[in-house]
């Protein structure tokens, strides 16, 4: 009668390691399960030429606000600071 309570709290500790390993196998199964639905749902391709026809758009734009931006600097330096007597 003495043994009994150890043997008990022996066999219900076993119980409980073979039961979180069982637990972690469910959980890795759910896991790859879930992995499997992802990778079997199909992607929707995107149609990006509307998107890329406009960046080249607007790259054109930049391209010519650039240029503008370089002539008008470059008539600011042609000016000089002479009409500016502030800047003598």
Do not use: C, H
């Not at 079997?40 to 080249?56: F, Q, R, Y």
């Not at 790259?59 to 500016?84: A, F």
């Amino acid at each position: 009668m003495k043994n009994i309570l150890p043997k008990l709290q022996q066999y219900i500790t076993i119980v409980g390691v073979i039961t979180a390993i069982g637990g972690g196998f469910y959980t890795w199964g759910q896991f790859n399960l879930r992995l499997d639905n992802i990778e079997k749902k199909k992607i929707k391709a995107v149609d990006l030429t509307p998107l890329n026809t406009s960046i080249a758009e607007l790259s054109t734009k930049v391209d010519n606000i650039e240029q503008r931006l370089d002539r008008t600097e470059d008539r600011i330096d042609k000016l000089g600071n002479n009409d500016n007597p502030l800047a003598r």
